[in-house]
């Protein structure tokens, strides 16, 4: 059984390095906004046998909900890492093999992207990254089985995770992707979003944002 893990932040609480540039109510605008485009793509994508959010805000809980997604729920976010390794935990423990880690700020994401990473054959234990636009952080992580390292979300997780996975022997797959690679989290992310994006939710969204009508 192939699932898709999505964590996702208390929108109150999140995109917190935009603060300079969003106010607080244009930061959770924006938090939905990448949400839908993320939606969107799991929606398209063929081969998830279930897609599961983990949050503590009730109302991402809900979107899931209406989705037909697996929530689950927690008390607060100690750290994404905590959350992803938890819920790769209880996921294992009922039957599922493979679990695709993915973030709700990659608004450029297909459901063809999803596909191809489920879609890969793989020995394991084993896994893929994705590497962030930087090079160094991961936007994306593939396990099999769940559990077959631990997660090191955050700076330079990238090495992290290829430490870890080489400590264990995992086989492991580094597969860039640009729609992948480019979440929003700073500044000149949404600059370089904004040349690439103007078919989606988040870029609709920017668009009406007072502290960017000069910048899309």
Known sequence: MKVVLLPIKDPARAKQRLAGRLSSDERKQLVWAMLEDVTQALCQAREPDQVVVVS??????????KNHWRVIPESDQISESHSVDHCCQL??????????????????LQGK?????LSCELKPPAAILVPSRDGKGTNALLRNPPDAFPSHFGSNSLALHQQEAARRGVEL???????????????????????????????AALRKFDSLQETF
């Open 56 to 65: 503590s805000c009730s109302l991402i809980l809900s979107h899931a909900r």
């Open 91 to 108: 996921l294992q423990q009922s039957g599922v093999t493979t679990v695709l880690r993915i973030p709700g700020d990659i608004p450029l």
């Open 113 to 117: 992207d999803l596909d191809q990473l």
């Open 173 to 203: 797959q580094i597969l860039p992707n640009p729609r992948i690679s480019l979440d929003l989290d700073e500044f000149t992310d949404l600059l370089s979003f904004r040349k690439l994006g103007q078919d989606t939710h988040t870029w």
